[in-house]
């Protein structure tokens, strides 16, 4: 499967696609072929690269920085910062069969919409090594943001390194439920967060932002657990064919799926 193409990637196919308009505006005859030649790459790769369905290697970008019309110093820079995003997609993967559990006492305590977010802005590229990036980004007071960080620190989620908060692994896992408890207050609090979360800022978001529908159906009961599984099974693939890599622009969405039985749902509501 091909990687997700990265911030500075994004960068040097735009400088590309620059570079080929100018050389256009200057001869209108100026060919993908030619520009192609002039890259020392093949035609269809370049046609690949500019489409988004190729992603560059260190060799070939460092090929076509140096024939792109742009100064040595952009080059270097968007050079130095790809090496790094590529570095940062390679831990990650390596990472990807890693899975945290989380101790039920520890995951009530970070069972707040922010504190799920906040792991996953880390996946972004808007984390400068600031705590106040962080707060910045969702809008929260920096203390409030500290605190959740260094409880997200405390519970294993996170480490500190070289002044800068990282991941300690790809995915986290909740406790299983307890029989016995019946509910997890953790999970519920996640849920109460999410449709909280989704009701104030529905009118925040344009239509183009957001994506927010429901739907109505009969289900047996006794095909609960097959639904169940069936319907966990859908959230996880919609859940992995969509995750972003590091490095990659992308931005936190909150991603919401539930299954409710109705029945008396009207004696939960005043009259």
Known sequence: MRRAITKTEALIVAEMKKTFQQRQEKNPRYSLRAYARSLEIEASNLSEILSGKRALSIFVAEKILK???????QQDAMMNDFKVELDQAKRFRKQSSNEYLVEEEGFNEIATWYHMAILTFFETPHYDGTVQSVAKYFGMETDKVQSALDGLVKMGLLRLENGK???????????????????????????????????????????????????YMALNPARMSEARTYYREGVTKFLSSFSCTPGEESDVYQISFQMVPLKNAGTLFDK
């Open 67 to 73: 024939h792109l019309d742009c100064s040595r110093e």
């Open 165 to 215: 908060y990282e991941k300690v692994a790809a995915t986290y896992r909740a406790p299983k439920e307890n029989p016995e408890k019946k509910q997890r207050v953790g999970s519920d609090q996640i849920v109460a967060d999410s449709m909280d979360l989704a009701a104030d800022l529905f009118t925040h978001y344009s239509y183009e932002e957001k994506e927010v529908w429901a739907a």
